[in-house]
């Protein structure tokens, strides 16, 4: 099904420098693997918190470099497993 990869909730709580709010985001790119045409995404919208949603019919490693207004950035990775979240 359609799932919420990432959020601007996991990039708050995994910033590992945890110095810049969300607000201060300018985009996240996400890199989730070759089998979607497109990869990796880039999401600019701060409405939806930075979220990306794909449909998915087995686990995959989700990458997603965050981009701050001050040009710094951070990586975060996610291990999204959707049939474990349903059980």
């Known amino acids: 099904g359609v799932q919420t990869l990432c959020s601007s909730d996991l990039v708050a709580k995994r910033n590992p420098r945890n110095e810049q709010p ?4 300018q985009l996240v790119r996400y890199a ?14 701060p409405r939806n918190g930075y979220e990306l949603r794909l449909s998915a019919y087995g686990p995959f490693l989700c990458i997603a470099e965050v981009q701050f207004k001050d040009g710094s950035k951070c990586s975060l990775e996610r291990f999204v ?3 474990m979240a349903a059980g």
């Open 81 to 83: 497993d959707f049939e």
């Open 32 to 45: 989730v693997g070759e089998k979607w045409p497109g990869s990796p995404f880039t999401v600019k919208d």
């Open 22 to 25: 969300t607000k201060d985001i």
